[in-house]
């Protein structure tokens, strides 16, 4: 029996029964149409998370500067080189430590016991840089100025939150603020950060001024760069920072968006493939019983067949094919399934479809696969008959 002969057959065989055909291929078509789907699904999701990867997250590099017993790792002015990198967008400089993170601030030098006038605010000594660096704006007045900083004015800008607690809501009375015994007028509130929102409940000084408070150094360094110079931003940071002592500052810089993507597709990977590959095994297990039915009922065929001269081989190649079609095509029907859905899922978020052209071609042969695994058994059985009990 040549191969023409026995794709007849087996055509002939499958077409014989079509209403139990086509229920058997569609165990093939759901497991298939799954595993498209889920890394159809998976990849586009992928692609998302990197198309809307969070540019204030992407974008963010923090230094920290330890102390040193000798001379200052970064002085002050060392934003201003910083700033000049390419790539870089905003940078400050920043001094913070535990002395100054719940000082006794008020709004007023007399002390009302009927009312809570002090409150325990965070102190922090920046450059000028710092609402770009924090990605705020002003809501009220401005924030001080390379000349406030040079001659040490006692000027101070509250973060929005400390303002509220402070009951300052209006500037044009020059308020001031009373840190400790020291008075301190402010001329800004600012708000709406996107970066370091803690520092909403801060009070911002020049660092000149707030070296009464001990902010002396430079304890961290915040740096905003353009889409794509993070990288390259965070390896100059330290060399344009402290020079010569650039290994000993610790660089915080964002994973890239193929790290998140490939994180993203992965959970969705293992959210999905498990279920892909039971609707596989499901479907095997259907080709599987329905083809050991279809050898049972077709006995006194098989019968007839050996005792015309056909071999063992004849037999198990029959059956065999049958159910590698019936897989092959499932393995079609759901990968075209598969990609329509995932086109469908993509226009109905606003996506762009994403999917390798090699799984749409791989699917069908793994639906073939499935199905000549699962017709291995009842091919062996059937060609294992006698001729003599067949017929009888």
Do not use: C
């Not at 967008?89 to 719940?102: K, M, R």
């Not at 039915?293 to 077709?298: L, Q």
């Amino acid at each position: 029996m040549d191969l023409r002969d026995l794709a007849g057959e087996a055509v002939a065989g499958l077409l014989a029964r079509p209403l139990r055909t086509a229920l058997t291929t569609l165990g093939t078509v759901l497991g298939i149409t799954t595993l498209v789907v889920t890394l159809g699904v998976a990849a586009t999701a992928g692609n998302q998370v990197v198309g809307h990867f969070d540019a204030l997250v992407a974008t963010a590099i923090t230094v920290e500067v330890p102390a040193s017993p000798g001379a200052p790792l970064v002085t002050w002015d060392a934003v201003d080189r910083l700033t000049r990198l390419r790539g870089v967008e905003s940078a400050a400089a920043l001094s913070e430590n535990d002395d100054a993170a719940n000082l006794s601030v008020r709004s007023n030098d007399i002390v009302d016991p009927a009312r809570i006038t002090t409150q325990s605010l965070p102190v922090v000594a920046a450059t000028t840089g710092l609402p770009g660096a924090l990605r705020g704006t002003m809501l009220h007045g401005r924030f001080y100025d390379a000349g406030h900083v040079r001659r040490g004015d006692r000027v101070a800008v509250l973060g929005d939150q400390a303002a509220r607690l402070l009951g300052i809501t209006r500037l044009d009375g020059a308020p001031a603020v009373f840190i400790g015994r020291h008075a301190y007028t402010v001329i800004g509130v600012l708000g709406g950060l996107r970066r370091e929102r803690d520092l909403g409940a801060a009070v911002f000084v020049p660092p000149t001024a707030g070296a009464r408070f001990g902010l002396r150094t430079v304890t961290r360094v915040l740096v905003n760069t353009g889409l794509g110079a993070t990288a390259l931003v965070a390896g100059q940071t330290p060399v344009a920072l402290s020079p010569g002592n650039e290994d000993l500052l610790q660089v915080v810089a964002p994973p890239g968006p193929t790290r998140a993507r490939d994180a993203a597709q992965d959970d969705v990977n293992a959210l999905f493939l498990i279920l892909g590959l039971v609707s596989l095994v499901v479907g095997a297990v259907g080709i599987a019983n329905v083809t050991l039915v279809t050898v049972m009922e077709r006995v006194p065929e098989i019968g007839l067949r050996r005792a015309l001269g056909a071999a063992r081989r004849h037999v198990a190649a029959q059956f065999l094919l049958e159910s590698t079609m019936v897989g092959l095509a499932g393995g079609v029907i759901g990968a075209s399934l598969g990609v329509l859905a995932v086109v469908a899922v993509s226009a109905a978020k606003q996506w762009t479809p994403l999917l390798d052209a090699r799984l749409a071609l791989a699917a069908p042969v793994a639906g073939a696969v499935v199905g000549l695994l699962a017709g291995l058994y009842p091919a062996l059985r059937a060609a294992k008959m006698q001729p003599v009990d067949s017929l009888r």
